[in-house]
């Protein structure tokens, strides 16, 4: 159909042309945002070293602890009081024996709302690496590849043992006191089992693969998950 006003035909046209620019711009951003790569672990199972390895063969920061910074600056709190809530199973009386005292510190709940708010701005820039912290129960599985890394007991109680100059008894306790707040903080705060392999793209058994291997796989599992982005 004829259009007989000339300057309605050139505003419908510019219009056209936005809406068009528009979704071009659309197109181009979702081309060049890079899907993150998650890694949950079990202590002990080599999930630092595989992160800052990743980091640098990519150029991509990589968050574990220091999200605990960032965090901490923006609620305006002590670091060292969020790294006492962060992982872990924390006792729900004494949190409420805290509100009671009207303790001025910021709760666990709290903590992870924060927490799910910073992981979610990642994902929207993307081209990062989150180590623990659940995101890849926040995160969705088209956005991110998801590791879990495990290991045998007795291989992690070694390497913790070297790394935090225990003996290795002292470091199965302690590697049981870890896993068992991971999964209960999961469980509390996501509603999920930290040990389903369905939660994840890949699991890998690091106890007979070395950082090479394991590095090897994820960037083999990443490249044909997302297809040319790297």
Not at 63 to 80: F, L, Q, S
Not at 137 to 149: C, E, G, Q, T, Y
Not at 184 to 195: A, V
């Amino acid at each position: 159909m004829k259009i007989r006003n000339p300057n309605l035909q050139i505003i419908i046209e510019s219009h056209i042309n936005e809406w068009f620019i528009k979704e071009k711009d659309k197109l181009e951003r979702k081309k060049k945002k890079r899907p993150l790569i998650l890694i949950s672990r079990q202590r002990g199972a080599g999930g630092l070293s595989v992160a800052e390895r990743l980091s640098k063969k990519l150029g991509w920061p990589y968050y574990d602890k220091n999200i605990i910074k960032e965090i901490a600056e923006t609620m305006g709190v002590d670091e060292r009081h969020l790294e006492f809530l962060d992982e872990r199973d924390r006792n729900i009386f004494q949190e409420f024996t805290n509100v009671f005292r009207r303790d001025p510190e910021v709760s666990q709940d709290e903590y992870v709302q924060y927490l799910k708010r910073f992981m979610k701005t990642l994902g929207e820039v993307g081209g990062s690496i989150i180590l623990g912290r659940g995101a890849n129960f926040i995160l969705s599985p088209h956005d991110a590849l998801r590791v879990r890394l495990v290991g045998d007991p007795d291989t992690r109680a070694r390497f913790s043992a070297q790394k935090y100059g225990l003996k290795e008894k002292e470091a199965i306790k302690l590697l049981d006191k870890w896993d068992r707040e991971q999964r209960n903080f999961i469980k509390r705060y996501y509603g999920e089992n930290i040990d389903d392999p369905l939660n994840y793209d890949l699991v890998i058994n690091t106890t007979h693969l070395d950082v090479d291997g394991t590095l090897e796989l994820t960037m083999a599992a990443y490249k044909r998950k997302f297809p040319g982005v790297l």
